[in-house]
């Protein structure tokens, strides 16, 4: 553990690690395939241990403090933001199990900063469920369970030392268990080349009759083991965080334009104060002071975010639409968060908007 984590989300620490993230960004797209430096230094300062219990080594941060610091991060560089919420995903998914030896095994290096975790579970809840077959199958052995198939998103799939992954029984049950990258059948083709954030190397991790111990399971079998756990839910509202980070950077640029840029002025404020709300809508939810749902806060995070980057756009004008102006940058990452982890009900909702002009 660094000797000066940040310790709270207006720490001026977390102001010097969100300038190194901002200044370094447009590297990750001129050709850097991961965020070696960003992801060093959110570790020397302390991040990874923002998000657990202090009797596991961590700093013990609430999830409304956990947002504030999404936000600050997700406003510098997403695609940092991004993957910290995959070793993020893993981290707690081994701190909330049951299985003690592999959280005594796997987690005081982790939130130390050491070695990279992420997670293989979106076919479980969002991703290829309009299959109607799993995609990744789990068949029980004597000593455990076999793997089959594909996790077909696995963020930082080519960078990874272990996987928490979640696949399907024959008979419906689930489970989640930790595979290590080097285990036996575990094959990591290239990772896909996106609209943007490819530096996240986010791809499929296949598994060819990977063996799975019954000591390195973390949950299940059972069904709707996304469920189980401390920390269980597949609720989070670090997505709509880190859509409202987004909208900050696109936002501040256009408050910045608008300085010089009279017709600018009506547009910024009204953004600002969308913003505001949504921001303020999102820490409440957090604190469990709101009784507003999270899809709904959810699509209106994903409006604000699309909007703001697109009005980015349109004032920075034709220098905006050019490769490696921010602008331009931003309304590819704005559409990332019409596809990840996108529940139904939002994705209807922001079809609506899209349709029509309005939400649902």
Request: glycine share 10%; hydrophobic share 40%; aromatic share 6%.
């Amino acid at each position: 553990m660094n000797d000066r984590p940040i310790q709270c989300p207006d720490s001026p620490l977390l102001d010097e690690l969100v300038v190194r993230l901002r200044e370094a960004g447009p590297g990750l797209e001129s050709g850097v395939d991961w965020p070696a430096d960003q992801l060093r230094w959110c570790g020397e300062a302390g991040v990874y241990a923002w998000f657990h219990h202090v009797e596991d080594g961590g700093l013990g941060w609430s999830e409304a403090d956990i947002c504030r610091g999404y936000i600050r991060l997700a406003s510098a560089c997403l695609t940092t933001a991004f993957i910290i919420t995959q070793r993020v995903g893993a981290c707690r998914r081994i701190a909330g199990s049951a299985n003690t030896e592999l959280k005594q095994r796997y987690l005081p290096p982790l939130i130390a900063g050491d070695g990279f975790a992420t997670v293989g579970i979106s076919h479980l809840t969002t991703s290829r469920r309009h299959l109607g077959r799993p995609v990744l199958r789990a068949i029980e052995t004597a000593d455990g369970f076999r793997l089959e198939g594909q996790s077909p998103w696995v963020t930082g799939s080519t960078r990874a030392d272990l996987f928490v992954v979640g696949a399907t029984l024959d008979d419906g049950r689930e489970i989640l268990a930790v595979v290590e990258a080097a285990a036996p059948g575990v094959d990591v083709p290239p990772a896909a080349k996106l609209a943007a954030l490819t530096a996240s190397q986010t791809g499929p991790v296949h598994f060819h009759d990977t063996p799975v111990p019954a000591e390195m399971v973390l949950a299940g079998p059972q069904h709707d083991v996304m469920t189980s756990g401390q920390g269980g839910s597949t609720g989070g509202l670090q997505t709509s965080a880190l859509a409202v980070g987004l909208a900050e950077a696109a936002i501040a640029y256009l408050e910045q334009e608008s300085a010089q840029r009279g017709n600018l002025q009506v547009p910024a404020a009204a953004l600002r104060e969308q913003w505001h709300a949504t921001r303020d809508d999102l820490i409440a939810l957090a604190n469990g002071m709101s009784s507003l749902q999270r899809e709904t806060l959810r699509q209106r995070a994903n409006s604000l975010v699309l909007r703001a980057a697109q009005a980015a756009l349109m004032a920075a004008k034709g220098t905006g639409y050019m490769w490696g102006h921010p602008a331009n940058r931003w309304c590819r990452e704005a559409l990332f968060f019409l596809v990840w982890s996108c529940p139904q009900g939002v994705a209807d909702a922001n079809l609506c908007e899209l349709a029509q002009g309005r939400g649902r």
